[in-house]
């Protein structure tokens, strides 16, 4: 029996500096995606975008794709920033599901398990940091500007900057990735209050997965993405 080619699923991770977290992290994901039924039968990709790193990532990542069929590498030529380096990813990736999350092992691969169910009825799935690493100036300015945005859109979710996240292809337009961004809650906020047939009322609801929880919302308006 022939094996399709086209993933089921890619896994996008930024990297600026991560030399030390590198080898954990593609062997947590290596184990999660490889234990996923829907990998029985279709392959899965692990896009790696090398954000200008400068210590030793760069040459551990040629030779961890050179290692393991299911990586790819993406090396930028300096520092842009996550949201490039993402870009990057999102653009070079072929899954039906596209996975984000960090390198800085923050996030347990194991609950990328526990949030993929979660796609067959949602189009967005995101992560909800209840136990942080970060330091205390971090973990306050992403408190208050969790709370400035749900205080203008009513949203109810947690934790937008939370780095696992996975979305449904045809929700997202990965060729206007910035902006998508930057109007991300805006237009959550209208597809959630609206009538129109093209847009269904959303939900928000959280379940525990692993140190994380999780919001997820039916954002299934995927023309204004």
């Known amino acids: ?7 089921w699923a890619s896994v ?3 990297i600026k500096d991560e030399r030390d977290n590198l080898t954990p992290l593609i062997e947590g994901l290596l184990k999660v995606m490889d234990s996923h039924e829907a990998s029985r039968s279709r392959p899965f990709e692990i896009i790696f ?3 200008g790193s400068s210590d030793g990532s760069s040459e551990l990542l040629d030779r961890l794709a050179a290692q393991h069929p299911e990586v790819t590498t993406l ?4 520092n842009y920033g996550k949201t490039c380096a993402l870009d990057a990813g999102f653009k070079r990736s072929a899954g039906e599901l596209i996975i984000a999350i960090d390198g800085d092992l923050q996030q347990d691969s194991e609950d990328i398990l526990k949030l993929l169910p979660l796609t067959t009825t ?11 690493e970060d330091g205390l100036v971090k973990m306050i300015s992403s408190r208050v500007a969790n709370w ?3 205080f203008f859109t009513h949203d109810g979710i947690h934790d937008t900057g939370c780095p696992l996240k996975i979305f449904r292809r045809p929700c ?3 060729s206007r990735y910035s902006k998508a961004c930057i109007d991300f809650s805006q237009r959550l906020r209208s597809c959630m209050g609206s009538q129109s047939p093209k847009c269904r009322s959303g939900t928000t609801r959280a379940f525990t997965a692993s140190q994380n929880m999780a919001w997820v919302t039916d954002y299934s308006n995927h023309s204004t993405i």
């Open 1 to 7: 029996m022939t094996v399709p080619s086209h993933p």
């Open 12 to 14: 996008v991770i930024p």
């Open 49 to 51: 975008v090398d954000d």
């Open 75 to 78: 090396h930028l030529d300096r």
């Open 122 to 132: 949602y189009d967005v799935v995101c992560g909800w940091r209840v136990t942080r």
């Open 148 to 150: 400035v945005r749900n």
């Open 172 to 174: 997202w337009n990965v």
